[in-house]
């Protein structure tokens, strides 16, 4: 067996060797074999009986664990083999606590700490009771907003949408004793920053990676910062393509809105809230990027993602309370539905990047670029009889004595602006869009596009 998250190899006995055994009971247990080197040659151990005595007493006094400790040959070399369960409860050496990540041992520390005895415990970090905050204190608007998105997906119970605020909470198990949970906290809370750090978003436009152009930051509680991000993304971040069906405008944007908000939902439903470090998400011109520093379950992999898979949410109460919204779904499809959303709107799935980091999503925008217009314009009569008669450049009354139109705003907005944003006609004072010697004329792609309806509709 090489050397793995679950086996290790050392020359010889040294106490310090005790935080790998700490190492195994904490997470999946292994195998510890002492006499064989770096290269997983057996090498041979001097007065090997009488580790068998002093090994499993040292790991029991020091550890309180008890450990299978077995005296192997191999090619005629004595060594030891110390095999260690996991263990359901927290195991430390010297008031410290350690772990496997890969074949290294890791000491925890901090948040991580805190994560790894809440799930000794069989507590998640989004379950943990928070003091001194009531039901309250809680954005009314909020929780009248999610009755009105639950009620709509039918995922919860009417009696229980017309219960006061602090039934409707303890309905959704975000309640711990009296007290709310964190999860609470961040789905309902106006300011959930007051107690958990770093629960925000940020947004930025690169034109490189050491090149920031401006940046956003979304505050408020999980549902608000969701309807934020997503407005923000497709008024702001993203360029969408202009088209028209007859007077009617539609916007294209490069990458599907459903699958922008369920990558979004999912950063949002699986992020680590006890690192204090925002969602992040990066747009440049030809992708955009999510991060967040949540993990994956143990030994998943980002092809197990891709595929159908259970639901394992890092933030099982937060989850809950989204799909109970009806925002997400709670088969493990989240990922599923974006690769069809994508692949029906004749794009590239997302790319998938795990690293020690966190959850990478990357998105190709390989639309128009964000200084692009591009048109899918189905021309009206009144506007093909405009660009017939613009060779030469005329002012906004001529166009509309042309097309027999006596409202100015109406013919403005319905006829002539979409030839404009279209690139299919062209003002001749650009820089001075209200100048009363404004004019307007007709464009080579206008051209283009009249000669391409006129064979339309000819006879065949």
Known sequence: MPESQNVEWKESWRDEYLKWVCAFANTQGGVLDIGRNDDGVVVGLDDVESFLVTLPNKIRDMLGV?????????DGEPFIRITVEAYPYPVSL?????????????TLTGAALDRF??????????????????????????LKDFRERAAKSKRLDQK???????????KLRLMDGEHLKRAAVLLFHPDPERWIAGAWIKIG?????????????????????????????????MKAEIG???VQREERYPVPEEALREI??????????????????????????FWNNGQLPEAWTVEQLQAKHSSQPHNPDIANTLFRAGLIEAWGRGIERVIQACETYGIKPPELKLDATGLWVTFGLDGPSRDQVGTKLVL?????????????????????????????????????????????????????????????????????????????????
């Open 66 to 74: 008890m450990a299978d400790v077995d005296l192997l040959n191999e």
């Open 94 to 106: 010297r008031g410290k606590y350690y772990t496997r990540s890969g074949s290294t041992t890791q």
């Open 117 to 142: 005895l809440l799930s000794k415990t069989g507590l998640r970090w989004d379950a943990v009771p928070v003091p001194n905050v009531a039901v309250a204190d809680l954005d009314t608007d909020t």
């Open 160 to 170: 229980a949408l017309e219960e006061r605020d602090a039934g409707l909470v303890g």
């Open 205 to 237: 436009y690169f034109e490189t990676n050491a090149d920031l152009r401006y940046q956003d930051e979304i505050h408020g509680n999980l549902f608000q910062q969701v309807d934020k991000a997503m407005d923000l993304l497709l008024t702001k971040y």
């Open 244 to 246: 028209y069906e007859g």
């Open 264 to 289: 979004l939902l999912n950063a949002i439903a699986h992020k680590d809230y006890a690192s204090n470090v925002p969602i992040q998400i990066s747009v440049y011109e030809d992708r955009i990027q």
């Open 380 to 460: 009206s009569r009144d506007q093909e009889k405009i660009l017939r008669n613009s060779i030469e450049s005329s002012s906004l009354l001529e166009l509309m004595e042309l097309s027999g139109r006596s409202n100015r705003t109406k013919f403005r907005d319905q006829v002539l602006r979409p030839l404009l944003d279209a690139g299919l006609m062209e003002m001749t004072l650009p820089d001075k869009p209200k100048s009363s010697k404004q004019r307007y004329r007709i464009t080579k792609a206008g051209q283009a596009a009249l000669a391409d309806s006129t064979r339309d509709s000819a006879p065949r």
